[in-house]
């Protein structure tokens, strides 16, 4: 397994917390003088089995600089490319994209415009996996998300004939499974990795960062703010009870963590990079 770090980006740290007060927040992960906070857009790569496997692909190349400029887009940080290359790969390379949903931070990174200005796969030798309930659902689109479900993202990979859909909660590929949850988006999937010894859930944005982890602490984004609350909780305590690591795609300072019991409830145990095991 590889952390694959796509770039920094910055969203509105009211957005990303919701009804928690600025003064709470801000001690957790400081804003700019534009009330945005420093975001990772943390990938995984997994190797096996004769595959190469990337869970989600990051926010991709600017669209524009005033995109750029809105998003505080960093990629002198980390950027795809370059981190697929130090991995030992490419593009070229992956068999399989796994996409949590298709908001453009998590996909992203999907498509690139070419020589001549037109959108092109990034990943041309990959099927694409996604909940077909959230592929109808970004389709159609909404009014609350209609900014982050993106036309040059969506319309390559529905003429690409690469798209393969997950029917609720299944296997993906060997050892991985699909763990579909509602609050964030229609059908949303994170990603749960088993082998003999360990698991690790790819926890997407049911916990974009450790600071989520409370009840109340969840993203003004979310479509059903409620379902997120009931969702986290039933997911913290099984996660907890079969002692289940977490990898985060958005904190900017921790990629995995550990659960813990304790009179306060679950709580985080262990944080760490993956490389830390």
Known sequence: MHEIETGRFGLDGGAMFGIV??????????????????????????????????????????LSEKFADIYALDREH??????????????G??????????????????THRDENGDWQLTFEHADHHVQRKHWEWARTSNPKEQASFRSENLDPLADSGTVEFVDGREE?????????IY??????????????????????????TTHHLRAAWMMAYDVRPMRTIEEKADFLDKAERADWSLFFEHDPDTAVADLQRTEHGVELAHPRSLEQG
């Open 93 to 110: 390379d992956v068999t399989d994209v796994i996409l949590t949903h298709l908001h453009f931070d998590h996909c992203g990174g999907t």
């Open 21 to 62: 007060p600025k003064p709470l927040w801000e001690q957790e992960l400081p804003a700019d003088e534009r009330n945005r906070i420093t975001l990772a857009a943390r990938c995984l790569l997994l190797e096996g089995r004769d595959r190469l496997i990337l869970i989600d692909n990051g926010v991709g190349a600017p």
């Open 172 to 180: 993906i590929l060997h050892g991985i499974e699909a763990l579909p």
């Open 78 to 91: 980390s950027e795809l490319h370059r981190s697929l290359e130090a991995a030992g790969h490419d593009a």
């Open 183 to 208: 609050g964030h988006t229609e059908a949303q999937q994170m990603v749960k990795i088993s082998d003999d010894d360990d698991t690790l859930v790819f926890v997407a944005d049911l916990l974009p």
